[in-house]
């Protein structure tokens, strides 16, 4: 009996096994970078398959190449990175100043969902020049250059705006986080 099912469950693995790669492949296409992570402990034609440039490409943004191409380090981005997966991880983990220092670029390690933030020199900030209200201060500390430093409230009014692409707008796959950073509020208490 322990030999009848020992050799249903060899039979059962070996379904598995003969599964081409590319058909594991087109199957991680449909999941998510954590479930294809997930997937990869199935076996090792499924590991082969979750490490794939073909599946990593997937889960990076498509218009990639472009938004790389606003940063200084892009080209050596690409060129350094030795899978489509590093460069997923890379990203996640340490985000790219794009457009002239204004903004940063990195991906929610998550879900693959594209995440801006804007630079303080990148909004409008109202009373912004004036430094009766506001300062521009140099902090080590944070990703952008300069931050603008609230000196006194009297009335907080900050905008700003992030172009896209009216076909990444309908894409599901592109979806967008914005934050807000580079504007340090003084502790007024």
Known sequence: MATEMKTE???????IDVLPEECIANILLLTDPVDSCKFSIVSKDFCSASESD?????FLPSDLIS???ESQSGSSLLATSPSKKSLYLTLSDNPIIIDNGKKSFQL???SGKKI????ARDLSITWGDTP???????????????VARLRYVWWFEIYGKIYGKINEIKDTKNNFNVLLS???IKDMF
Do not use: A, D
Request: with cysteine; charged share 30%.
């Open 54 to 58: 073909i599946v990593w490409e997937h």
């Open 108 to 110: 929610e390690k998550q």
């Open 67 to 69: 938004i790389i191409s």
């Open 182 to 184: 580079g504007v340090c």
């Open 116 to 119: 801006y933030m804007l630079s």
């Open 132 to 146: 009766t209200y506001w300062n521009w201060i140099i902090l080590p500390e944070s990703r952008f250059q300069e």
């Open 9 to 15: 469950s060899e039979e059962e693995k070996n379904k």
